[in-house]
């Protein structure tokens, strides 16, 4: 699938992106071949065009019929003959999507949920459940996520999506996105506050676990693909700010799978909770052994390691699977694991977009380990290890509880 240069750039990147990166991803947790996709949200079609190859058949619904009318512009373009598209009064379309009940093996909400008031979001949830067949699933990709510190979103406010409505209300016109503030102004000229906090939830309204707890209460039970995977490191680098998060609910709610600390949810649920749920990977802050030759702490965590020198990493339990974060001059072959056997393993690292840290290099190990010793070739540094395992059970023991 090529682009064509009368398609509008981000329609292109956006199918891209789906293509490429969360699509590989999705597949790699549940498959597609032959399935049903429903998307709730389709909009102009981008992910629709993306996905429809690799499914069976897809529905998209959407409340626009103008966008409608796009996306199916793009997929006559296309060829794609599995796709059918569905436009429905905001009032209407869950009872649309209802009509689908025993058809569908996954709910796609693909950068929606975000876009949705509380009852609406919970009662899409709700309604994906209900619809998708007994071993389906709900697939929840690029919403952001409220528990991060800087809403990138919406305003590029620092906590702006943990504020009240009401206060985000009267406080939104401090944002650096001009047309963002405008459009709000145009709502409050025309409304008042109720007006606003309809504004503030159509541009985009950080999400949590909390909302999802509502619906499928036993998260651990229910979740089967995280977040910190390679296949969406490229377009979603890893941020400092996030590995804090995952710190902070690893000590409060260690039960919780990983993917809740990213800045955009990415997370797949099943439809009926799992007796035995799945282990995934979590980014893990390294505590650095003291007087280790060559080793150094940098400021926001990160581990410099001068040429040939090795650090040591206890992990908090035994893991199949290993991820680095790092930067080096040439990162693509520079990690060096050694393992405590006398192996030594060397994975490529895959780059990232611009962020911090610059690549990612995964390894999954034939006998699980609890100890490793990481190497980079040239010198470097390490912002973080992911380990397959449990969270770090020292974390919760030593949380404040109290001053």
Known sequence: MTADASVHPEWQRRLEQARDEVIPWIEKAIPLVGRTVLEYGCGQGAVACAIAPRCGRHIGVDIDAGEVALAEGHVARLGLGNVELHAAAVDEILDHVR?????????????????????????????????VRKDGHIVVTETPNRLVPVDQHTSYL????????????????????????????????????????????????????????????????????????????????????????????????????????????????????????????????????????????????LIELRPLARLPVQLPGPTSELQVALTAAAPEGALRVHLPGGDTLSPSAVPSLPGQPASYAAVRLETPVDRVELELDGGGCIAFVGYAGPADPALAQGRPRGW
């Open 99 to 131: 009509g689908f009940a025993g058809e569908v093996d996954v709910i796609l909400l693909y950068a929606v949920l975000e876009h949705l008031t509380l009852d609406e979001r919970l009662a899409v949830l709700r309604v994906a459940r209900e619809v």
């Open 158 to 301: 620092p906590f702006f999506h943990a504020l009240p409505l009401p206060l985000a209300a009267q406080y939104y016109d401090r944002s650096p996105r001009k047309d963002f503030v405008a459009a709000v102004d145009t709502a409050d000229a025309a409304g008042g506050g109720a007006a606003v906090e309809e504004a503030l939830a159509r541009w985009g309204w950080g999400m949590s676990f909390h909302e999802f707890e509502l619906v499928f209460e036993d998260l651990p039970a229910h979740t089967v693909a995280s977040s910190y995977s390679p296949l969406l490191y490229p377009g979603r680098p890893v941020r400092w700010e996030e590995l804090q998060l995952a710190a902070t609910l690893d000590c409060w709610r260690p039960d919780l799978p990983p993917c809740w600390s990213r800045s955009w949810i990415d997370t797949i649920l099943s439809a009926e909770p799992s007796p035995t749920p799945r282990t995934f990977v979590r980014p893990w802050q390294l505590q650095v052994e003291h007087d280790v030759p060559g080793v150094a702490m940098l400021p926001n965590d």
